[in-house]
Antibody, heavy 119, light 107 residues
């Protein structure tokens, strides 16, 4: 059974870079069966897909965030990471990492981590 | 981007009721639609994928139907643990998008 766990700072200053890591256990991040994604949810609001990375290393980003987002994989640590640059208050949200098999929806999620953008 | 419109956005129902939630896509997405349930403070839980395939472990009172641009999630007999917010998501094309959510509350 796959388990995902987000980690990273809970407070980021405006204009700085938000950095989060998702540690995967119970399976290999190199598996061709899955892709890995980041989703966020501002307080009291709906879900927004940030981007995904495939086992091949191919990345796909939400165009609304594409200029500020980088998702990468560290296979040696079985982790994948999110970097979001030049953050502002609207980037305050619970950030989730999740995984999916192609076309099936995200079936394993981390517990989520609240990141607040404030000085 | 493909927009997903859920209706209603809020639903008040009683235990034992049959509940139907609709998700409409701004363009055809074949059957590339998933449904999630989210409870306060928790991550979303995948209920249904490919529009009508029940995720393993999900009770059979949940069902999904539709293809193209119109989809429905039905809870045949609402249980106390089903009071939550439900989201649809399209996986037809990037950017992946979610519907705005339907909050199911106790009448």
């Amino acid at each position: 059974q796959l388990q995902l766990q987000e980690s990273g700072p809970g407070l980021v200053k405006p204009s700085e870079t938000l950095s989060l890591t998702c540690t995967v256990s119970g399976g290999s991040i190199s598996s061709s069966s899955f892709y890995w994604g980041w989703i966020r949810q501002p307080p009291g609001k709906g879900l927004e897909w940030i981007g995904s990375i495939y086992y091949s290393g191919s990345t796909y980003y939400n165009p609304s965030l594409k200029s500020r987002v980088t998702i990468s994989v560290d296979t040696s640590k079985n982790q994948f990471s999110l970097k979001l640059s030049s953050v502002t208050a609207p980037d305050t949200a619970v950030y989730y990492c999740a995984t999916a098999a192609a076309g099936t929806g995200f079936d394993y999620w981390g517990q989520g981590t609240l990141v607040t953008v404030s000085s | 981007d493909i927009q997903l419109t859920q209706s209603p956005s809020f639903l008040s129902a009683s235990v034992g009721d049959r509940v139907t939630i609709t998700c409409r896509a701004s363009q055809g997405i074949s059957s590339y639609l998933a449904w999630y349930q989210q409870k306060p403070g928790k991550a979303p839980k995948l209920l249904i994928y490919a529009a009508s395939t029940l995720q393993s472990g999900v009770p059979s009172r949940f069902s999904g139907s539709g293809s193209g641009t119109e989809f429905t999630l039905t809870i045949s007999t609402l249980q106390p643990e089903d009071f939550a917010t439900y989201y649809c998501q399209q996986l037809n094309s990037d950017p992946l998008t979610f519907g705005g959510g339907t909050k199911v509350e106790i009448k």
